[in-house]
């Protein structure tokens, strides 16, 4: 059974950093894609980011390119995605998720996806950014 479980979340003020931690276990193929996805209170879900874990090819949502960078470590399965210049509208639950190959690029960047696209997600953690 694949489990996701998240650390990193908290809370700070704009400008400030967070770094999240997606640990994996319990996946019986290497190939795959991870993602880090949000909810900001009373709103849908939102994708961020994801990373490819055999090319290691990122994408990112546009309100968080260059200010947020997701990254891989394989050895420990582990996923990460470092926050900088934080503001006020990255507050929301982070969430990390996994599948095969996941929903295609078009409909992550239009928020058209579903949960049940993904493998499986973890329970997330709480960022909030005040100003």
């Known amino acids: 059974q694949v489990q996701l479980v998240e650390h990193g979340g908290g809370s700070v003020q704009a400008g400030g950093s967070l770094k999240l931690s997606c640990a994996i276990s319990?996946?019986?193929?290497?190939?795959?894609?991870m993602y880090w996805v949000r909810q900001a209170p009373g709103k849908g879900l939102e994708w961020v980011s994801l990373?490819?874990?055999?090319?290691?090819?990122?994408v990112y949502e546009d309100s968080v390119k260059g200010r947020f960078t997701i990254s891989q470590d394989n050895v420990k399965r582990t996923v990460y995605l470092q926050m900088n210049s934080l503001k006020p509208e990255d507050t929301g639950m982070y969430y990390c998720?996994?599948?095969?190959?996941?929903?295609?690029?078009?409909?992550?960047?239009?928020?058209?996806?579903?949960?049940?696209?993904?493998?499986?997600w973890g329970q997330g953690t709480q960022v909030t950014v005040s100003s």
């Open positions: 319990g996946l019986t193929f290497d190939h795959h894609a």
């Open positions: 998720a996994v599948d095969h190959e996941g929903p295609p690029i078009m409909t992550l960047m239009a928020g058209t996806f579903r949960a049940s696209d993904f493998l499986d």
């Open positions: 990373i490819n874990s055999i090319t290691g090819t990122t």
